[in-house]
């Protein structure tokens, strides 16, 4: 069965270790990861970035990176992933929003672009922060009657 999941989640994953990244999205993203599951993320650090690399090494998904600008206007470690992952074939589509600069709108609407795509959202918040880009996310897709699965990281 085809599916198309949007993955959002915190920049802010510093003191996270790589190794409970691996575990969570071994946990939470494998199981839906097939080759014909379709993901969508954002081009952010943190959650998208390692969440784009996990899903592009582990698994044969189809991988989209919806960004609100340009690939350029993303940090230098997450535009060199898209990149990355674009040279080595791994990525069905990046899409550039083009927004006219990098904010709290410009990412909500990247957001509602992702969700609007997919079946189900896996978010990976960090807190309870209700203003929280993925709490926005989460929320979106709940008013859009569609299923979320919420891993704290």
């Not at 069905?92 to 709290?104: D, F, G, H, Q």
């Not at 079946?119 to 309870?128: A, H, K, Q, S, Y």
Request: hydrophobic letters at 40%; charged letters at 20%.
């Amino acid at each position: 069965m085809a599916r198309s999941v949007t993955i959002s989640g915190t920049r802010s994953i510093g003191d996270v270790a790589v190794v409970s990244l691996a575990e969570a999205f071994n946990a939470y993203l494998q199981p839906f990861a097939t080759p014909d599951t379709h993901f969508h993320l954002g081009g952010a650090t943190g959650i998208d970035t390692a969440a784009l690399d996990w899903l592009a090494e582990h698994t044969q998904a189809v991988l989209t990176v919806a960004v609100p600008c340009t690939v350029t206007d993303q940090p230098v470690g997450a535009s060199e992933a898209i990149m990355r992952w674009r040279r080595r074939g791994r990525l069905a589509k990046i899409v550039e929003l083009e927004a006219p600069k990098l904010s709290t709108p410009a990412y909500h609407a990247r957001n509602r672009w992702m969700v609007d795509r997919s079946d189900f959202v896996i978010g990976f918040p960090r807190g309870t922060e209700p203003t929280s880009g993925t709490w926005y996310t989460v929320n979106y897709a709940a008013e859009q009657g569609k299923p979320r699965l919420v891993v704290p990281v």
